[in-house]
């Protein structure tokens, strides 16, 4: 920090912090206060949901997205923890030898000297100068081990599990995983033969002065990863005997993988050979997240098959809304089409732009006169009130999902008995853990993971758009999942 100050580096920081948290806080300065809750505000509101509990997500819920979305950086954790864990045993173990060797000098001097007062003292300089172990070159990698298990902890532990809070997770587990990644292949890439260490001493590293057999080897890995991803994908989609193929077929192509790992530490170390096993599995996991993020980001954006994205407003509403201000200007030139809404919140900016729009409330009162053309409603106020369902006679009516949420009961939810419940009717996360040799549970896992199939009907609350036949073709039909009336 003394160096942050000395060099005003620190204070240019912090003034950009301070420019972007006011601007955005503030509302570009139209509301003072948001600089005060800006920060209490927030943490008090989130501080207060733990309560609440909204959406009642398990304690397990961040390693289930995390095992979906960041296999990368689990697995990198896991190396992290080991690298970690050696390094710590080798540090006591030169302790131990440092102590030894610190006892035995003083030994010596004792023996020399014939000084206890004098032994201590002279064994304190030695211990002190020659034998005094370096700062901890572990200190980092514990501070991002704690900062990422005390996330992970208090995150499960807090009472409001959302998807968006994962960044918080994700943001140590990355540092401690590029640490990890950039430990091992460090020592990975630095791995010389016996042979080239006695002809070149101080040359390159010897996996980057071999780039056709580094060549090689990410190629046969890319192939072996290829025919994976195509026959899973095949198998997957097969009852029975295709998915226990798929299985065997798995088996075989980790064995190739292991098989060339051997391969390529006889050929040269079994450094290079770990190494270049390691870099290829990050290469492919990587592909996998971008692969992710591409989907979620750009193909699913308002499709709830991803675990990411908790409650979305479904395709239909902007589509109906579009197709009624189309057949508004048709008929009008304008936005004067006389449209009812019921009291759903979300109908007032939908239907602002209409100057003929009016709100009904949950029940409607009369029948609609002739130059209304369109009622939108609720599915749960029809239920409450069929009647509503009866003013709505000349119309045709259509029933729509309005959000629609990932079915977690199917995906990843514990039942209380899934333990012994009948295999076929706990979740897919219960199901891999009872019995994950299964064939078809195997199937089900890849079509979710590669491709979000989730084998069930997405959860739903819905609302029904009535309109006159005339429009009845140019609303068209909808795009969600049927639901009976």
Same mark, same amino acid.
């Given at each position: ?163 968006? @809070? *994962?960044?918080? %997770?994700? $943001?140590?587990?990355? !540092? &401690?995983?590029?640490? /990890?990644?950039? +430990? ?64 065997? @077929? *798995?088996?075989? %192509?980790? $064995?190739?993988?292991? !098989? &060339?790992?051997?391969? /390529?530490?006889? +050929? ?218």
């Amino acid at each position: 920090f003394a160096s942050l100050l000395a060099n005003r580096r620190l204070l240019v920081a912090g003034a950009i912090f301070a420019a972007i948290y006011v601007a955005f806080f503030t509302a570009f300065f139209n509301n003072w206060l948001g600089v005060v809750t800006g920060t209490t505000g927030s943490v008090l509101y989130w501080l207060a949901q733990h309560d609440v509990k909204r959406g009642g997500q398990p304690g397990y819920y961040y390693a289930v997205l995390l095992a979906v979305y960041e296999p990368l950086l689990l697995a990198w954790f896991v190396a992290a923890l080991a690298l970690i864990g050696r390094g710590l045993w080798r540090q006591r173990a030169a302790r131990k030898a440092q102590n030894v060797k610190r006892k035995a000098l003083a030994a010596d001097d004792v023996a020399i000297h014939n000084g206890v007062a004098h032994s201590t003292e002279n064994g304190a300089d030695i211990g002190s100068s020659a034998f005094s172990l370096q700062p901890s070159a572990f200190a980092v990698p514990l501070v991002l081990l704690w900062w990422s298990l005390a996330t992970v902890a208090i995150y499960s532990w807090a009472g409001e599990k959302m998807p968006w @809070l *994962l960044i918080h %997770l994700v $943001l140590p587990l990355t !540092l &401690l995983g590029a640490w /990890a990644c950039a +430990r091992a292949l460090g020592w990975a890439l630095n791995a010389l033969t016996p042979q080239d260490q006695q002809a070149e001493a101080g040359t390159a590293p010897f996996i980057l002065a071999q780039p056709l057999s580094l060549g090689l080897f990410a190629g046969v890995l890319a192939v072996i990863g290829m025919l994976s991803f195509l026959f899973g994908g095949v198998t997957s989609n097969q009852a029975g005997g295709g998915a226990v193929s798929g299985l065997v @077929l *798995l088996g075989i %192509l980790l $064995l190739l993988v292991a !098989l &060339l790992t051997v391969a /390529a530490g006889l +050929r040269y170390s079994w450094r290079w050979g770990v190494g270049a096993l390691a870099l290829g599995a990050t290469l492919l996991l990587g592909a996998y997240t971008v692969r992710n993020s591409v989907r979620l980001s750009f193909l699913s954006g308002d499709t709830p098959r991803e675990m990411l994205i908790y409650t979305q407003t479904s395709p239909d509403v902007m589509r109906v809304v579009r197709n009624l201000e189309r057949a508004s200007r048709v008929r009008h030139n304008n936005l004067s089409m006389p449209v009812i809404y019921d009291n759903e919140t979300v109908w007032s900016w939908y239907m602002r732009r209409f100057t003929a729009a009016t709100e009904s409330g949950q029940v409607l009162s009369e029948r609609p006169g002739p130059e209304v053309q369109a009622v939108l409603m609720l599915q749960e106020n029809i239920d409450r009130s069929p009647a509503n369902l009866e003013m709505l006679q000349g119309f045709h009516v259509q029933r729509l999902p309005l959000r629609w949420w990932l079915p977690e009961d199917d995906i990843y939810r514990l039942r209380a008995d899934w333990r012994t419940a009948p295999v076929e009717q706990v979740s897919l996360l219960g199901r891999v853990l009872r019995d994950p040799l299964s064939g078809a549970t195997a199937a089900d896992l890849w079509q979710y993971l590669v491709y979000r199939n989730t084998k069930a009907p997405l959860g739903s609350s819905d609302f029904v758009i009535a309109v006159r036949p005339a429009l009845a073709e140019e609303i068209g039909l909808g795009t969600g999942a049927a639901r009976d009336q």
